[in-house]
């Protein structure tokens, strides 16, 4: 498939999501989404208030060590922190969430599996969960390789360091595409892990590059807020150390949005290859 | 069973509570203190801009912040977040006093470095900080031996550690301190006529210096604190007049550092040193000798303009004019950045052209330096500098012209830089020429606006009494310096110096009535 069919693709797989974004029960879920990771974010942040304390300073040390529980290197170790709870929120929560939101969205585009939807979840709820593990740790794996490269060497060289960036930016749009329709065939065929995963990098390989493209955008997208956090630093000498915080409830609030439209967008084209296919 | 369970767990639960509601009260109190700290290093950019009231507030924010996490020392020295608390609320109270010292409020910085020294004794380096600060103020206050017993407790309990930016870098230097305030002590003795005790504590203090300088080299040889202590040994060393001792410490240390790109000290600068000390007790010509080496073998350092400067400093005292010329010459050519010795290069050439009766080369370095270097101390110089001149000789007309034309130049520069490191002193010269035109009001006006402007600091209570001064010696007004007097006791009350204005002021209004 040539670069413009498959931009026209993934445009009108987009376009198929956007008048869903006027039905407030296709937001439920990503709502509910938001509100776990701002109530994440809120925990990390007033960790230190009275009510807070006795979950938050436990959470702190667990995520940053007992260093992180000083000001202003909470604010230093705060992006780290977050995306380490966040990757237990996105094996726990989010791919239950992302489940709901796919039967939302295949049902409203046409597709309607039998059984009622909180009983279908049920059912495929440890599928569920141990199908966003391999993505997960395939994320984590990438950011150990991405730390493997010399400090100086990053410092010092700008191509090394815009390659590392660069390189992990694209690596994990291509482990999320490769995953993404795994809840789709799990929820909505109901698959195994295994066949899941397999089915799914089929579907991906079929179907590469609109479904590159559906994840690339959202995640391009938000790579200045991701750039940002990677210079805290800055911010901590030059500006308010609590400006971290508000750029991660600003990402959140992205994350909001493109995860509607990702989900939105990669269950039309899932619906769109089966249906193709059979 | 149960319920014993549900006790044991919520007693867990509480005991760990404690300690969290400590962990949030340290950070609470460390995010407090850093935007105290970032405003007070706002603020300090350009604190001549800032009033005092300003101050006194970002004083008492620290203060209320002290107040608010106070918690009582932990016997359990383990307990380092409560430790860790207690170092937070007493660097706050620090703040505060060094603050309030700013501002001339010496009762309340008194008070807060008192409550530092009496809760805070499990803090050691912060309790030496505190009396470093208050040996400082004695120093300052010129009472000697108090500087010096409060320097020589901290020698005893705080290890040197130099480069450190607290208490334990500044270590090193006060054994030499406490010798040189003992010294001093000698000349108060004087006054009070029996010096046999002040001598034999200077004596004992010096020895003292020395023995501890000599156990640092032993102790740690081959170290930055050797090598910085083997410097304070040569100093001690010069103090007593011990000549020998003090070129061979510093030829050794200039043996150490010579060739070693990494070492903080410069082999120029020991042998400037060694040359300073030479210049003390041999022939001139030793000295040449040796700034004259230093120029060959160590063109680069920060002392071979100062050498060139020395030369020519030499060579005028001699009355080698040309030499001295030569010298300075080669200072501009050759180390043109060197901005501040240039001035002073070019201040020492006009004077020396006007001692050999070259008034017009004279004149034109005079003329030269404002523009060469327009904010320096030699071109605030310069003008006087002429005035001096034609008053010297007699000439009337061109002393009153160059008097004018200096008046100009002060008032041009303080409206192109009314808030700049400079502005101070062209005042202070500004003050001396309408003092020098017979001025008086005028100059006691700009005085008092000096004070005025530097309103609430230690400084500004300085030049009122110079008014003060100034109004009773020229203007022979004793009323009028009695008024400027207590306005002085009005605007520094907690200070020494307003309290002195005060009964200084009631005096002199007591013998005016009589």
């Known amino acids: ?178 995953v993404s329709y795994a809840t789709a065939w799990v929820v909505l065929q109901g698959h195994s892990v295994v066949a899941a995963l397999r089915d799914s990098c089929r579907v991906t390989a079929r179907t590469f590059l609109p479904t590159f493209l559906v994840i690339a955008i959202p995640v391009v997208a938000l790579y200045p807020i991701s750039y940002v956090m990677q210079r805290v630093d800055l911010f901590v000498g030059k500006l308010r150390p609590e400006t971290i915080a508000g750029l991660l409830a600003l990402r959140i609030a992205a994350e909001l949005l493109f995860g509607f439209l990702i989900v939105g967008a990669v269950t039309r084209l899932f619906l769109w290859r089966t249906e193709s296919a059979r | 069973m149960k319920a014993r369970l549900a006790v044991v767990l919520v007693l867990a639960g509480l005991g760990a509570c404690g300690g969290e509601a400590l962990i949030g009260a340290r950070y609470r109190a460390e995010r407090e203190i850093w935007h105290l700290n970032e405003e007070y290093r706002r603020l300090d950019i350009k604190p001549q801009l800032v009033g005092p009231d300003t101050w006194r507030a970002l004083a008492v924010r620290y203060e209320d912040m002290a107040a608010s996490y106070a918690i009582a020392p932990k016997t359990d020295t383990a307990d380092t977040v409560a430790h860790e608390l207690r170092t937070l609320v007493a660097r706050s109270l620090i703040s505060a006093a060094q603050i309030r010292a700013n501002i001339g409020d010496s009762l309340q910085m008194h008070a807060n470095y008192r409550r530092v020294l009496a809760n805070f004794q499990d803090i050691p380096l912060l309790v030496a900080e505190v009396v470093l600060a208050q040996g400082r103020i004695a120093e300052a206050a010129q009472k000697w031996g108090e500087a010096a017993s409060a320097y020589s407790n901290i020698v005893e309990h705080v290890a040197p550690l130099p480069g450190d930016p607290g208490v334990p870098g500044a270590v090193l230097e006060l054994p030499l301190r406490v010798a040189r305030l003992r010294h001093q002590e000698i000349v108060q003795a004087v006054a009070a006529g029996d010096t046999t005790g002040a001598r034999a504590a200077a004596r004992a203090a010096y020895a003292d210096a020395e023995q501890r300088y000599a156990y640092w080299i032993s102790t740690q040889p081959q170290t930055r604190l050797a090598l910085e202590a083997h410097l304070h040994l040569a100093d001690t060393a010069a103090d007593q007049a011990h000549w020998q001792v003090a070129l061979q410490e510093l030829r050794l240390v200039e043996k150490q550092v010579a060739g070693n790109k990494e070492s903080i000290v410069d082999a120029g600068n020991v042998r400037f040193s060694i040359a300073l000390v030479q210049n003390r007790f041999a022939p001139a010509e030793s000295t040449r000798a040796t700034l004259l080496s230093l120029l060959a073998e160590y063109p680069q350092s920060p002392a071979a303009p100062q050498a060139l400067l020395a030369l020519a400093n030499q060579a005028a005292r001699l009355g080698a004019t040309n030499d001295a010329l030569d010298y300075l010459d080669r200072l501009r050519d050759d180390y043109a950045g060197a901005d501040q010795l240039n001035a002073e290069g070019l201040l020492t050439r006009g004077r020396l052209l006007e001692r050999e009766s070259r008034w017009a080369e004279a004149l034109d370095a005079f003329r030269n330096l404002p523009v060469r270097h327009p904010l320096s101390e030699p071109a605030l110089q310069a003008p006087l500098e002429i005035v001096a001149h034609y008053t010297r000789v007699e000439d009337t007309q061109e002393a009153n012209a160059a008097l004018a034309r200096a008046e100009r130049e002060y008032r041009q520069l303080l409206a192109r830089y009314p808030a700049h490191p400079i502005t101070l002193s062209t005042r202070t010269k500004l003050v001396q020429t309408l003092a020098l035109q017979k001025r008086n009001d005028e100059a006691l006006t700009e005085l008092l606006a000096i004070s005025d402007a530097l309103q609430g600091h230690p400084q500004g209570a300085t030049y009122m009494l110079q008014a003060a001064r100034f109004a009773y010696n020229q203007m022979d007004d004793h009323p009028r310096a009695a008024e400027i007097l207590a306005r002085l006791a009005k605007s520094y009350p907690n200070m020494d110096i307003g309290r002195w204005a005060a009964a200084e002021a009631t005096r002199l209004q007591e013998g005016g009535s009589q």
């Open chain 1, 1 to 178: 498939m040539n670069i413009f069919l498959s931009l026209g693709v993934a445009g009108r797989a987009y376009r198929s999501i956007l008048p869903l974004m006027l039905r407030p029960a296709h937001w439920l879920p990503f709502l509910v989404l938001a509100a776990v990771q701002y109530v994440a974010l809120g925990i990390l942040v007033a960790f230190h208030q009275p009510v807070v304390a006795p979950i938050g300073v436990p959470l702190i040390r667990l995520a940053g060590g007992d260093k992180a529980m000083h000001y202003p290197m909470l604010f230093l170790y705060l992006p780290s922190m977050y995306s380490r709870i966040m990757l237990v929120v996105a094996v726990l929560f989010a791919s239950v969430v992302v489940a709901v939101a796919t039967l939302r969205f295949a049902r409203t585009l046409g597709f309607a599996p039998a059984g009622r939807a909180p009983t279908s979840i049920r059912r495929h709820l440890p599928t569920l969960i141990l199908v966003s593990v391999p993505p997960t740790l395939a994320i984590l794996a990438l950011s150990w390789l991405a730390g493997q490269v010399p400090t100086d060497l990053i410092l010092n060289n700008p191509k090394v360091r815009w390659g590392v960036r660069g390189g992990v930016l694209l690596a994990v749009v291509l482990v999320q595409s490769f």
